[in-house]
């Protein structure tokens, strides 16, 4: 039965080897799951019947898993970002509905307005779209970048933790001086790939082949990082018209055509890393059994 700190839990059939994985490793130096204390808490039930309860001093552990929490976090902010798209294409088909005949098309006026403390919208324009017979929707900005923010950031620390756990397990570094990132881990100058060849070398292959899924995600995160922002377009596309958000192809430079989905995009890179996960978990797996527990 998988419990809730695996993700599979959340989203049935994209993770199955996590906790497999995290069971065989469990009792070794090399355990993936961190440990939470929290407070015992006691109810009591009185003669007649009422409820009493009583916190003790006492502090049970509870298994949490890093790696769950960042792919729930990522999955949150793949939600906002479609629900605010959602929100607007059903407002434009609505105004379509209600006011214009289907089989013609019409034109929409779009109208920014720069940033306006009473807008509240932390510092991002606003735009109103505007339709024949008065009908104007608004979208704000912001909350797109608040999810790709979110959603570029977290898929990084995905990375980043996966890269970590194979340095525990396979101690290609000192796990505790060296913290391998997924940036250190897969660039072939560096000797942790070389290092990870040499030990399982079914699992270095798979990283490396995977590596390219990632290179335009960790530009986008890193864009993110260091200027809060990466250039998007918002358009209208095609009749019945259909909001979009678009990603620049390089946003390190800026000439650079903007015509990579948004939604489209980060679906697919969800996709990819619980493909990595998985199957580098599954390789692991195959390890351990290989060889025994860890550190190989």
């Not at 939470?36 to 009583?54: A, H």
């Amino acid at each position: 039965m998988t419990t809730a700190w695996y993700y599979d839990y959340y989203e049935k059939g994209v993770f199955p080897h996590q906790q497999e994985l995290c069971k065989a490793v469990a009792w070794t130096r090399c355990n993936l799951e961190g440990q939470q204390k929290v407070p015992t808490t006691i109810i009591r039930m009185s003669s007649n019947g009422t409820e009493k309860e009583y916190k003790t001093t006492a502090l049970t552990e509870i298994p949490i898993s890093p790696l769950t929490l960042r792919l729930r976090a990522l999955q949150k902010a793949l939600n906002q970002l479609e629900e605010e798209i959602n929100h607007i294409n059903a407002e434009i088909q609505e105004a379509t509905n209600d006011q214009f005949d289907k089989s013609r098309s019409f034109t929409m006026g779009r109208t920014f307005h720069a940033q306006d403390s009473s807008l509240e919208t932390g510092g991002a324009p606003v735009e109103e779209i505007s339709f024949p017979g008065n009908k104007t929707i608004r979208f704000h900005y912001d909350k797109v970048y608040f999810a790709l923010y979110d959603f570029f950031t977290n898929l990084g620390s995905v990375l980043d933790r996966l890269a970590y756990e194979i340095n525990l397990l396979y101690e290609l570094g000192d796990w505790l001086e060296e913290r391998i990132d997924w940036f250190r881990l897969v660039n072939p100058r560096n000797r942790f790939l070389c290092c990870l060849n040499n030990k399982d070398k079914n699992l270095a292959e798979f990283i490396q082949a995977q590596a390219t899924n990632f290179k335009r995600m960790l530009t986008y995160r890193n864009r993110l990082i260091h200027d809060s922002i990466i250039r998007t377009d918002i358009e209208t596309v095609g009749f019945p018209h259909k909001f979009h958000v678009f990603l620049p192809r390089d946003p390190n430079k800026q000439k650079t055509q903007r015509d990579v989905d948004a939604v489209v995009f980060c679906k697919k890179t969800k996709a990819n890393v619980l493909k990595l996960l998985d199957e580098g978990y599954r390789l692991m797996l195959q390890h351990h059994k290989n060889y025994g527990n860890p550190p190989w």
